[in-house]
């Protein structure tokens, strides 16, 4: 029996109604404020020698910084949390606070375009040597440790391509050498998997794409573990990182549908490709929620659900001119390079940069696409119709 002064734990949905939210504090009203404001002011000289204030200058944070730091604290179940103004700023500042000049760091080979950039361009030119490794390596990582490896970086399912991997043995590996363990978890969101609880250290996410979820604003977020969290912290104070306050309202206000939509997202992307895998023309379906998908039992082990990102290849006869002919007829889904808007986008698939240690020959022609929140009956009516004026 339960005592009367405890209360239960919050599920999920309540969590993201109510998390970072504190209207009493700000007069009633159910949203915290937008605070626009660089100077802060003291009153008197002792709280401001002594630091006896909550907030000294807004580079700092303010209401507004700390209403969605502490939000996806509790959502990630994280140590602490830190707001960038980007995906790729998010992971910039994730590795940065865990690696040194001198240090060794491993990053999967399916790894998000722009973080592989950084990886080749800017880590080399502080000192850093990176390691590529194929991601269904498991816990066999472990032979790829050099004595300065520091960090490893993870990302499920891999972009473009959708791999899976096993990121417990990975991160279990990792930690027995005193490692950070990094995750890219843009894909599901702490919706659908929470990074921390697999022993990962830092749990970054593009909130541009789902967290914000209307296509309007820039943002990314990194959630430490107790381990992670002091490092952090102090490097992002080091960097003067600091995102505007208009941009991260409208992630607070994104966060509390972001359940609701990711249902959708789901269900729709379900009936587009419950359609899609039995047309003539598509050979494979890349979707680690569908029982065919080569990661599915790891997604099932680790992930609660899958987003509306995806993507498929044509049959081996499809000739690229067809590929493009395809995604111009479409109506409804936009060629952007985003995605976890309302919208449903389309791109064609291209690896720039390739692979190195595990190369892949994508000899099909190949679509990422991510279905949004429109009705799925016309989702697969406008494939239908655009497959039908490229293949005749």
């Known amino acids: 029996m339960s005592s009367t002064n405890s209360k239960p734990p ?23 404020p937008v605070v626009h404001a660089s100077t802060v002011l003291y009153p008197d000289t002792k709280t401001m020698v002594t630091g006896a204030q909550t ?12 209403s969605l730091e502490d939000a996806m604290k509790e959502i990630e179940g994280a140590a602490g949390v830190k707001i960038a103004n980007s995906g790729l700023n998010a992971i910039a500042l994730a590795i940065l606070s ?4 001198g240090d060794h760091i491993l990053i999967v080979d399916t790894a998000y375009g722009p973080t592989r950039h950084f990886a080749d361009t800017v880590l080399p030119g502080i000192g850093v040597s990176v ?6 390596i498991g816990a066999d990582i472990k032979t790829l440790f050099q004595e300065n490896t520091t960090a490893v970086f993870t990302e499920a399912p891999g972009s473009l391509t959708f791999e899976m991997q096993d990121v417990p043995a990975i991160a279990a590996e990792a930690r ?19 990074p921390l609880s697999m022993g990962v250290d830092l749990s970054i996410q593009a909130g541009t794409k789902y967290l914000v979820g209307h296509s309007d604003a820039m943002l ?24 505007a306050p208009d941009d991260i309202y409208l992630g607070l206000r994104g966060l509390r549908t972001l359940s609701v939509r990711l ?3 789901q269900r729709n992307t379900l009936a587009v490709l419950g359609w899609l895998k039995d047309q003539p023309n598509i050979d494979r379906i890349r979707y680690p929620g569908l029982e065919s998908d080569p990661g599915h039992a790891l997604w099932k082990r680790d992930f609660s659900g899958a987003s509306g990102l995806c993507a498929f290849d044509f049959s081996e006869s499809t000739t690229q001119e067809q590929a493009y002919a395809f995604l111009d007829a479409l109506t409804l889904y936009g060629l952007g390079y985003s995605w976890g808007g309302f919208e449903s986008l389309a791109i064609p698939v291209r690896l720039k940069g390739g ?28 494939l239908d119709q655009a497959l039908t004026k490229a293949f005749g």
């Open 55 to 66: 907030y000294s200058y807004a580079r700092r944070g303010n209401p507004t910084t700390n």
């Open 263 to 265: 249902e959708r997202h």
């Open 10 to 32: 919050l599920r999920q949905d309540t969590k993201l109604a109510h998390a970072g939210r504190d209207p009493l504090a700000f007069h009633g009203f159910v949203n915290p």
């Open 98 to 101: 865990c690696v040194k000049s």
């Open 355 to 382: 692979r190195t240690a595990t190369p892949v020959n994508l000899d099909r022609q190949s679509v990422r696409l991510h279905i949004g929140l429109e009705d799925p009956e016309d989702l697969i009516a406008d």
């Open 176 to 194: 027995a050498i005193g490692a950070t363990v990094l995750m890219d978890n843009t894909w599901a969101s702490p919706i659908y998997c929470q």
């Open 131 to 136: 390691t590529f490794y194929d991601p269904k």
């Open 220 to 243: 990314g977020t990194v959630a430490a573990s107790e381990r992670a969290w002091e490092k952090l912290d102090a490097f992002c104070g080091a960097m003067g990182c600091h995102v």
